[in-house]
């Protein structure tokens, strides 16, 4: 694959991943608790994963959570989602790299979303300068393994259609069918 | 490929764990406690408390600065935050808490509304009021 492949399509999931994380800001869904969402940009991070190997996806992360924070204007929340996905995408690269032939994809979305709750959670915690944030963890990693593992099924489902569009051009297998 | 895998069960599992584990701390810790408390806080200092439950309706207006504030709003043992300017409004939809041990939390406002067991002492700190 060359360079200009590569950053076309980081450009691409990066405006995917933005699109999906806006769109899921507008949803009206039912409130539970503060931080539980549905983490649709985390689809991308895996395909970018899966496909384009854990630098793309870390690229993919670090300028879509930038851009998301420019874009809704709540720079505030730029800290703490961005330590979330950050970590999210470190653990996901390093769990995909290392240990894939115990995990599936919906195993790894869940320790992704996990993380990123954790994350969150104690960033949120440092920035406000209380521990009380603590108590929502609980829900947020139940809700984390709920999320999670529906977001590894779509990224499943996506690589039915993926696959043959993407391996036979540029890319080599990263991974085992 | 589709199936959940063993590691998958394990971590599962374990997330579980530590979720019902932390979860059992947090009620165990919060159902010793006597006196119970409002406690207002603005990044991290304590500004304002009120003892519960209070028989009158209690509204008490935080103030971030010249326009941002929030509302704190206290019926018998139940607070909530009645209305902020924050942008996300995540304080307000949360509702009423009355449990001691639950918070509030309003984080672009810095700001902390719990209720505690335990006794704080209203420290002095310059309260701005309405």
Request: proline fraction near 3%; charge should be neutral; charged fraction near 15%.
């Amino acid at each position: 694959m060359s360079r200009y492949t590569r950053v076309t399509y980081i450009g691409v999931m990066v405006a995917l991943a933005l699109v999906l994380q806006l769109l899921e800001g507008i949803m009206p869904l039912p409130y539970i608790a503060p931080g539980v969402k549905l983490g649709l940009a985390n689809i991308i991070s895996l395909i970018a994963l899966i496909y384009f190997g854990f630098k793309s996806a870390l690229l993919v992360v670090v300028i879509r959570t930038f851009m998301a924070a420019f874009l809704s204007g709540r720079v505030y929340s730029f800290f703490y989602s961005g330590a979330g996905a950050l970590l999210s995408v470190l653990i996901m690269g390093l769990v995909y790299w290392k240990f894939r032939k115990y995990f599936s994809i919906q195993g790894i979305s869940i320790l992704g979303a996990v993380a990123h709750n954790i994350a969150q959670i104690s960033v949120a915690s440092l920035l406000i300068d209380t521990v009380s944030v603590f108590s929502y963890l609980p829900i947020l990693m139940v809700s984390g393994i709920i999320t999670g593992y529906f977001i590894g099924l779509t990224v499943n489902l996506l690589r039915r259609v993926l696959d043959p569009m993407l391996l036979d051009k540029f890319l080599k297998p990263k991974f085992s069918k | 490929m589709k199936q959940l895998k063993f590691g998958d069960m394990i971590m599962i599992a374990l997330i579980l764990l530590a979720a019902i584990s932390l979860f059992i701390y947090y009620q165990y810790t919060n159902s010793t406690s006597s006196a119970e408390q409002v406690i207002i806080e603005v990044d991290g200092e304590v500004i304002k408390t009120f003892d519960l439950p209070q028989n009158e309706l209690v509204q008490y207006k935080v103030q971030i600065d010249e326009d941002d504030y929030n509302l704190v709003e206290i019926v018998g043992n139940r607070v909530r935050l009645k209305e902020a300017t924050c942008p996300d409004q995540v304080c307000v939809k949360e509702g009423w808490i009355s449990k001691a041990g639950e918070a509030l939390i309003c984080l672009p406002h810095k700001l902390v509304v719990k209720i505690s067991g335990e006794l704080v002492e209203d420290d002095g700190v310059d309260v701005k009021s309405f």
